[in-house]
């Protein structure tokens, strides 16, 4: 699986982004998604996951209630849609897809792994 980020840029705080995220290959519908995001001088850390239907959701605690992750199996296409923007959400924003559908927040169980897309919210 070949993952392509899309959809980062500069918004003000307060703003909304959309994240895209493409996969390629027939077997998509088969991978749980995620999203995670990596600050200048932090770890990456864990965003947001998708189970491979789209029926079950997990957020980390600081974008609860703010992001919303979603999937179009037809478009091989994840998505993390992103409001209430806050300067503490500026990072490279990064796909990833789990064969086994477990690892959710778990950062190492992720198999695949897009390029990132950079995501700057001013105050």
């Known amino acids: 699986v070949q993952l392509q980020a899309s959809g980062g840029g500069l918004v003000q705080a307060g703003g909304s982004l959309r994240l895209s995220c493409a996969a390629s290959g027939r077997t998509f519908s088969s991978y749980a998604m995620g999203w995670f995001r990596q600050a200048p001088g932090k770890e990456r850390e864990f965003v947001a996951a998708?189970?491979?239907?789209?029926?079950?959701?997990y957020y980390a605690d600081s974008v609860k209630g703010r992001f919303t992750i979603s999937r179009d199996n037809a478009k091989n296409t994840v998505y993390l849609q992103m409001n209430s923007l806050k300067p503490e959400d500026t990072a490279v924003y990064y796909c990833?897809?789990?064969?086994?559908?477990?690892?959710?927040?778990?950062?190492?169980?992720?198999?695949?792994w897009g390029q990132g897309t950079l995501v700057t919210v001013s105050s």
């Open positions: 990833a897809a789990d064969r086994t559908g477990l690892s959710w927040g778990t950062k190492k169980g992720y198999d695949y």
């Open positions: 998708i189970s491979w239907s789209g029926g079950s959701t």
